[in-house]
């Protein structure tokens, strides 16, 4: 049995969270919100033809693993990444890690870790914990979304590491195996902010970036001629769960991406950035008060309290302020 | 920070780290209770899956559907997931979703089912029926 010593700190995101807090634990001094934009994690995609739990699916932030993958390479760290055939393989293999005193980062299904409460127990597969040691037959767990520290049972972990569905983690985990003596944070940020912009403002698909929040905004104002009153408040209900009840940090991660680009403004003492990082808190805002009036509309049930129509135009809103942010953003000379 | 906490599903066991400008202009993780329109969210995605739960109950009683159908939702799973779980065709678990199917199934195949939806057996066969007292 054996416990590494490891500091556990709460943090909004899992995937940044993890980031950071495995970073920290090899002398890294990183933040949260410096982990989560060297890595491009904010984004806005809307996919309408392809649904979870029979709900269009949305998301504000990149695809999962992305984060970890872009800090480790943009701050040149050295990681090893394993998947396997078999529970028992991948269980095995954890022990060991443990055992050599390495903290390790896995991907884990949300539905079959007990210690969450069970309003938040739904099947999402990209759940990213750390376990750091394993005592009277359990494991110990740092879940960045937590306050605290927890522990699951091997079989309940097993499961949670092997879950179906869409992506299927198939036990995939994780160490950090080398951190230099010196980072480059510099143009790592530089970096993480040039592709951040890369992936809102150029896919030429209505689905993905920052055309996606003009297309959501065209589907709201046709949900009460497309769709039952039920339906249609259960759309609205999934985007603001995504926005706000996973952890982002608030307002669909905007507040997060503008910590970031305060930190980084001091770190590399300029103004610009923190000028930027105060307009997105701004822009935060905006996607609070639509999320606020989504939720009266579905309170309501009814369609004269806030009209679809004036949800629609919040949100166009926040799509015309972050094409105008996200072009500016880009056009910082480096 | 809105400190909005729903007693819901242990909703307000945790408190969430959320990013805020504080008075000096500078970003703190700060400890949020909840927020009442994601609460009004979180709810509503409950709300339906109970009274999709009630629903599919009355149609188990009245020999409508199987109880596989109930668990199914119980576990919040959908016929795509449910079908990879217990590694059959969709088609073959919605025709287990048939009361005169799920009643031949094989004990084996019961098995499968129970240990996916964490239950006995008996406890999936008895689905909705009367108790014998």
């Known amino acids: ?77 050295k990681a090893k990444a394993q998947k396997f055939s078999s529970p028992e393989k991948a269980m095995l293999a954890l022990d060991q890690a443990v055992e050599a005193g390495k903290p390790t980062g896995m991907l884990s299904s949300v539905f079959y870790l007990p210690y969450l409460p069970e309003a938040f127990r739904f099947h999402f597969n990209a759940h990213n914990l ?18 605290d520290v927890a522990r699951i049972a091997p079989e309940d972990l097993a499961k949670a590491r092997f879950a179906k569905g869409t992506p299927e983690p198939r036990g995939f985990m994780y160490n ?38 003009f297309l959501l905004a065209d589907k709201i104002r046709k949900y009460p001629t497309k769709l039952p009153p039920r339906k249609a408040s259960l759309y609205l209900g999934n985007i603001i769960r995504m926005q706000e009840e996973i952890g982002t940090g608030g307002a669909g991660f905007r507040y997060l991406y503008a910590a970031f680009l305060q930190e980084a403004g001091e770190m590399l003492k300029r103004d610009d950035l923190q000028e930027m990082s105060a307009e997105l808190t701004a822009i935060g805002d905006e996607w609070r008060n639509f999320a606020y009036n989504a939720a009266r509309q579905m309170k309501a049930r009814q369609t004269d309290v806030v009209s679809y129509d004036e949800l629609s135009l919040l949100l166009r809103g926040c799509g015309e302020k972050e094409k105008d942010f996200f072009k500016r953003l880009g056009k910082l000379k480096w | 920070m809105p400190q909005d906490s729903l007693e819901y599903k242990d909703r307000d066991k945790l408190k969430k780290l959320v990013y805020a400008v504080g008075k000096d202009g500078k970003y703190t993780g700060v400890g949020s209770s909840g927020w009442d329109p994601e609460n009004v969210a979180t709810k509503q995605a409950w709300d339906a899956i109970e009274e999709e739960l009630a629903e599919t109950m009355k149609q188990v009683q009245a020999g409508e559907v199987s109880p596989i159908a109930w668990y199914m939702q119980k576990k919040l799973m959908d016929l795509p997931l449910l079908a990879q779980y217990v590694g059959k ?9 048939k009361p005169q199917v799920f009643n031949e199934l094989s004990d084996k195949m019961l098995e499968k089912y129970a240990s996916v939806f964490e239950i006995t057996v008996e406890e999936l066969k008895n689905l909705g029926k009367k108790e014998n007292t």
Not at chain 1, 132 to 144: A, F, H, Q, R
Not at chain 1, 179 to 207: C, H, N, R
Request: aromatic share 12%; hydrophobic share 40%; charged share 20%.
């Open chain 1, 1 to 77: 049995m054996s416990t590494i010593e490891y500091n556990h700190s709460q943090h909004a995101h899992c995937e940044s969270g993890v980031t950071a807090n495995l970073l920290r634990h090899q002398g890294l001094d990183i933040s949260e919100p410096m982990a989560f934009g060297i890595g491009a994690g904010i984004f806005f995609a809307h996919i309408p033809f392809i649904k979870v739990s029979g709900t269009p699916g949305s998301t504000f932030r990149t695809w999962p693993g992305a984060i970890f993958k872009r800090v480790t390479e943009r701050l040149h760290i």
């Open chain 1, 130 to 147: 750390v376990v750091y040691g394993k005592e009277s037959n359990e494991y110990l767990v740092s879940d960045p979304v937590l306050e």
């Open chain 1, 176 to 213: 950090i195996t080398e951190v230099p003596k010196q980072v480059d944070y510099a143009k790592a940020i530089e970096k993480g902010i040039k592709q951040t912009v890369f992936f809102m403002m150029s896919p030429p698909l209505p689905w993905f970036g920052n055309k996606a929040i």
């Open chain 2, 89 to 97: 065709w969709q088609w073959q678990v919605k025709r287990h979703m």
